[in-house]
């Protein structure tokens, strides 16, 4: 970065709290827990309209009850399939695990522009402003706030920015935060189109030729059109998007006929790379969803991971704004979600090994095949990718400690709905609990008849479980840890 290229002073006043680089799932989703709390944010996000192009994409049991956590999972249902929580582990198909522990537990797909226009309309109703056609080229950072470089040249002040601006991300590499890991070993070409032959002998070829080339499928996909998914011929930069005539050769090579596909509504590709960004945060500037990690699409996990990474991330940079979190609320953001990541990219890592067609592969993918007839492994392998099975270090403490909380009844209803404005929550089933000092930050539910096998827990806005136990001081304590300062201690300042 060029300091001389900027000319608003530092010192100037910020326009908005946070800015947002990218209106995708992750940017959508985080604009709008930050407006949760009264952050003024603004999202800025390069293209001028939508995404046009229809990847359906599988939400999975975590992201659910976040979903739930705050109003949006009806919506969600209504515009999306449910289907049993089962066949994404490299694609094995096995029937549900028993016992999976949620309210939610199932998968729902729904058309990714679908998703993301939800949580743009949620941002928004909640009072973020997006801006399109506005592409982030530059920013520099001081003790006070960051100074961010629109592609036309217009500059914009604010005391955080978050790039969410995907797995090119501009903000990652003007950071120079490294992006170690492995580049693509294969590439695929997904499209929408028309073909020229009747559907029976389309089944009978792709039913043949997925045996040997995975992913390949010709799908209808309503109105005489094909979703249409095969192996590209080579690595390409992907700055293009494939042609048609490029899907033709290769279903003319794979196939040995290219089903006379014609009319495409739109063509993309995607490759296989595996990459984790080195920090999540540098001062100011914090990354978030495809920014900080990509991976393979196998399990159907990114948006998953980007969608909860902002869920992570938004109250605790709010805390930071509004001056009540505690010095390394903020920090606990990279501690928390880089081992998720690390994780997502290690089971994505093993999911593509037992795709190959390699005798090896192979074999372990039968054994492991044979072994998910255990409940036990498959469901440990469902709740992996479902994301049910993270547990936090929160430090010693019951199992409970660090994990999320399933959705449970209460008196008012259920626990999730509980948690649609974003705040912390004690839920006290001995009656003799209170937030006093806390109030405005935490919600208390008294209900001794509440479903916990524990006295009571104190819930972070994420829904994790960030306490457990009886005694008034000892909740203080933990208040404090979390949410820093009573109001009784005074006004805390913004940072
Ligand atoms: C074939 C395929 C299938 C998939 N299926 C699933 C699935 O089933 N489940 C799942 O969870 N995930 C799935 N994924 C992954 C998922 O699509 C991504 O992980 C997800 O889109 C990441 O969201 P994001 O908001 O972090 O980034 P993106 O969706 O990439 O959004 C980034 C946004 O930033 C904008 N932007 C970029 N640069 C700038 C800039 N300089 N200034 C301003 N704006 C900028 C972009 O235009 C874009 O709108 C799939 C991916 C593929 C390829």
Redesign the pocket.
């Known amino acids: 970065m060029d300091s001389s290229q900027f000319t608003a002073e530092p010192s100037s006043t910020f326009m908005v709290d946070v800015i947002i680089?990218?209106?995708?799932?992750?940017?959508a989703m985080l604009a709008a827990e930050l407006r949760l709390h009264g952050v003024r944010v603004l999202v800025?996000?390069?293209?001028t309209e939508p995404?046009s192009f229809v990847?359906i994409?599988?939400l999975h049991i975590r992201s659910l009850e976040l979903m739930a956590m705050r109003g949006l999972l009806d919506r969600i249902l209504e515009h999306g399939r449910q289907r049993p929580a089962a066949g994404f582990f490299a694609a094995i198909s096995k029937p549900a695990p028993k016992g999976l522990d949620s309210a939610h537990a199932y998968l729902v797909g729904i058309p990714?522009p679908v998703i993301v226009q939800l949580l743009e309309d949620h941002a928004i109703q909640l009072g973020a402003q997006v801006r399109r056609g506005?592409?982030?080229?530059d920013f520099e950072q001081d003790d006070e706030g960051v100074t961010v470089k629109l592609a036309d040249g217009e500059q914009l002040r604010a005391r955080y920015l978050v790039g969410?601006?995907?797995?090119r991300?501009?903000v990652r590499k003007l950071l120079g935060v490294g992006f170690p890991g492995e580049p693509s070993r294969t590439e695929t070409l997904?499209g929408e189109m028309e073909v020229g032959v009747p559907q029976g002998e389309i089944a009978a070829t792709v039913t043949e030729i997925s045996k040997t080339h995975r992913p390949f499928w010709l799908r209808p996909f309503g109105k005489g059109v094909y979703s249409v998914v095969v192996p590209a011929a080579g690595i390409s930069d992907r700055s293009e998007p494939p042609t048609l005539k490029d899907f033709q050769q290769q279903l003319r090579t794979i196939a040995g006929t290219d089903f006379g596909v014609h009319s495409p509504r739109w063509l993309s590709r995607?490759g296989d790379a595996t990459r984790l960004a080195e920090r999540y945060r540098v001062g100011r500037v914090l990354l978030?969803?495809?920014?900080a990690h990509i991976h393979p699409?196998i399990g159907?996990?990114?948006?998953?991971?980007?969608v909860q990474d902002a869920f992570n991330l938004g109250w605790k940079l709010a805390g930071q704004i509004r001056g009540w979190a505690p010095e390394p609320l903020l920090d606990t953001y990279q501690a928390e979600r880089h081992p998720v990541a690390e994780d997502v990219l290690d089971n994505t890592r093993a999911q593509m090994e037992l795709l190959s067609d390699e005798p090896g592969p192979q074999a372990v993918r039968r054994l492991l095949t044979e072994l998910m007839d255990f409940d036990e492994v498959n469901r440990y392998l469902i709740e992996k990718i479902a994301a049910i099975d993270i547990r936090y270090d929160f430090g010693a403490g019951p199992d409970l400690l660090g994990r999320r909380l399933r959705d449970v009844d209460v008196k008012q209803g259920n626990l999730y709905d509980q948690l649609h404005r974003g705040r912390g929550l004690v839920l006290d089933r001995t009656e003799r609990l209170t937030v006093e000092g806390w109030s405005d930050r935490v919600d208390l539910v008294s209900d001794p008849t509440a479903a916990l096998d524990v006295p009571a827990i104190l819930l972070r806005p994420d829904g994790y479980v960030a306490w457990i136990g009886e005694h008034q001081q000892d909740l203080d304590d933990h208040l404090a840890r979390w949410f820093g300062r009573p109001l009784t201690d005074g006004p805390s300042m913004p940072s």
């Open positions: 680089a990218g209106c995708g799932p992750t940017g800025l996000e390069k293209e995404v990847r994409v599988g990714q506005c592409a982030v080229a969410c601006d995907g797995g991300s501009t997904m995607f978030a969803g495809d920014a699409p159907g996990q990114g948006l998953n991971l980007g």
